[in-house]
């Protein structure tokens, strides 16, 4: 019987040992996460999984080895806190513009 050549075993073993941290809808997003981790030194990877039972759509896992996973964690939920101040802020300035404008109208 032939043998797998050794890179093809190693990269299965390797994924083997990779854990999900999250799991999203987009690609677009994962990819976004796989970037993120890898700009902060944690290796990670993103597996499409089967399509999920509400509308037919595929959810994206975001994996990273058991070792990384609390750091991961760290990251993404850091960089989730960023962005919803970020949004924050910016519905914040709409809505001072808004304000803005009505009290320009009344006087």
């Known amino acids: 019987m032939a043998q797998r050549p050794e ?11 990779f854990v999900v941290v999250t799991v ?12 993120l ?14 399509e999920s039972r509400q509308g037919g759509t595929k959810d994206v896992a975001v994996m990273v ?7 991961a964690h760290v990251v993404i939920e850091s960089q989730d806190a960023y ?7 910016l519905e914040d300035e ?3 513009d808004l304000d ?3 009290f320009d109208e009344e006087f």
Do not use: C, G, M, W
């Open 83 to 89: 962005d919803d101040f970020y949004d924050f802020a």
């Open 7 to 17: 890179k093809t075993q190693k990269s299965q073993t390797n994924l083997k040992e």
């Open 100 to 102: 803005s404008e009505l």
């Open 37 to 50: 981790l890898k700009n902060n030194d944690i290796p990670a990877t993103v597996k499409e999984q089967h």
């Open 65 to 71: 080895p058991e070792d990384f996973l609390d750091e």
């Open 24 to 35: 999203v809808e987009d690609l677009e997003q994962a990819r976004d996460y796989e970037t």
């Open 94 to 96: 709409e809505d001072d």
